[in-house]
């Protein structure tokens, strides 16, 4: 079975210090994985995406992620964060149908001035 | 870039009565999805559509149904509404499996009074 797995709901950090969110999934074939964003009251905004190739990812925002086939991971890092980027931030893995996506539980990152 | 468009951004109800929501999807993508994300809940998959049937389902109720039509755009329609039905209602499209390029509307948000 597929799943995705975000191993922090509440993340709060300093302005300025660095962050990472960790992502684990499950799945038995190739994937592809994403991390989307959710600013207080909008939609989904991609910030990146693991496709295939390089291993480190870098998406919009300064963010980046490294996917580990490994370790099943695909945490997203930021080195250094703004009150800006306090936000909701999902992980995301298509099925193997490409007929739905499945998502974490979300985690809630607070940046605090 | 034309992006995914869904109508009405905001929609009140009351108990009991109907709903139907809008999606148009990025020119020539020929799949939808439809997710319901409940206040501070991840994303919960519904149903998604490939070339005008339906590809997978997911937890959508009974009183829910949905179609998409020639045009690739689909309409989400919800009889019987329920307080819990209160919710942001997100479409996303993709061209066929390319699910690697997935892009989500801004949501529709439907408060059931």
């Known amino acids: 079975a597929q799943s995705v797995t975000q191993l922090d709901s509440q993340v709060p950090v300093f302005e300025e210090a660095p962050v990472e969110l960790r992502c684990n999934y499950s799945?038995?074939?190739?994937?592809?994985l994403f991390w989307y964003v959710q600013y207080p009251n909008q939609g989904l905004q991609l910030l990146l995406k693991?496709?295939?190739?390089?291993?480190l990812v870098k998406g919009i925002n300064g963010f980046e992620a490294e996917f580990n086939k490994s370790q099943t991971s695909f945490h997203l890092r930021k080195p250094s964060v703004h009150i800006s980027d306090t936000a909701e931030y999902f992980c995301v893995l298509p099925s193997n149908t490409g007929n739905q996506f499945y998502f974490g539980t979300g985690t809630s990152l607070t940046v605090i001035p | 870039a034309a992006g995914v468009i869904q109508s009405p951004r905001h929609l009140i109800k009351e108990k009991r009565e109907t709903a139907t929501l809008k999606c148009y999807p990025i020119p020539r993508h020929d799949t939808v999805y439809w997710y319901q994300q409940g206040p501070g809940q991840d994303p919960q998959f519904l149903i998604s559509f490939y070339e005008k049937m339906q590809s997978d389902k997911g937890s959508i109720p009974d009183r829910f149904s949905a179609q998409q039509f020639s045009d690739y755009h689909s309409e989400l329609n919800m009889s019987s509404l329920e307080l819990g039905d209160s919710a942001l209602y997100f479409c996303?499209?993709?061209?066929?499996?390319?699910?690697?390029?997935?892009?989500f509307g801004s949501g529709t948000q439907l408060s059931v009074l």
């Open positions: 799945s038995s074939v190739s994937v592809y």
């Open positions: 693991y496709l295939s190739g390089s291993t």
């Open positions: 996303a499209s993709s061209l066929g499996t390319e699910n690697e390029k997935l892009f």
